[in-house]
């Protein structure tokens, strides 16, 4: 976005532009730069043109699980317009419902993933190394929603329909996004290098969200058991 405060040099260095020290299936280097930047294009490319997932491996999983939070923020946004009636609402809630289940499988499938990355370069926790309950999966998923803050925050700071004191305001919060970022990025960046060195371990946490499982949901299950009309 133009007319920002912030330089391109200064949003590179805040985004994490850094190399990471773990590996992908092919062997291949999986830097956080280049997860920081498929969200960062594909958050600009879906406002303009359909979805399109075209990369392979980890990335391709890191693709998937951040449509899922495009689509919840915009889902949100609908949520609250003043002028949709009940019926529009209830099926924005439902859509809500949905992505939100698929946004947290998919923060398992990452990492999943990871592990079965990890196992096949035959990573090895250390005797005692301490567990990082906060997962890959997760920090991903923060950056995903962070990079989404950003850009539309970016939006507000260029703004020609508001006011000075609307955009200056923006700008502020815009420079703050920035810098939780790059602290997201850097301490990422020292998980996977001890994860991948052995130093920390870490494990698939399951969420088993009940509220979409008619099996679990009592709403769902005594509708379903519930004598025809």
């Known amino acids: 976005m133009a007319g920002t405060k912030i330089s391109q040099k200064d949003r590179a260095k805040r985004q994490g532009k850094k190399k990471s020290a773990s590996v992908s299936e092919t062997g291949e280097m999986i830097h956080v730069a280049a997860i920081v930047e498929l969200q ?16 392979r491996g980890f990335l391709a999983l890191v693709c998937e699980q951040h449509r899922r939070n495009f689509e919840l923020w915009h889902e949100e946004d609908r949520a609250r317009d003043p002028t949709a009636d009940d019926a529009q609402v209830a099926a924005v809630k439902r859509r809500i419902d949905k992505l939100n289940q698929e946004r947290n499988d998919w923060i398992e499938r990452l990492d999943a993933a990871l592990l079965q990355i990890m196992d096949g370069w035959g990573v090895r926790p250390r005797a005692k190394a301490p567990l990082n309950t906060e997962t890959p999966g997760s920090v991903i998923d923060r950056l995903s929603i962070l990079a989404l803050r950003i850009y539309h925050m970016e939006e507000q700071a260029d703004r020609a329909d508001a006011g000075e004191e609307h955009r200056a305001a923006a700008r502020a919060k815009l420079a703050v996004l920035l810098r939780q970022h790059a602290d997201l990025c850097e301490a990422f ?23 979409n499982d008619p099996n679990l949901n009592p709403y769902l299950y005594r509708a379903a058991t519930r004598p025809a009309a």
């Open 40 to 55: 960062r294009t594909t958050v600009e490319l879906w406002h303009h043109m359909p979805f399109e997932n075209p990369y």
């Open 189 to 211: 960046e020292q998980l996977l290098s001890d994860l991948f060195a052995g130093r920390r371990r870490t494990q698939v946490y399951r969420q088993f969200k009940m509220y």
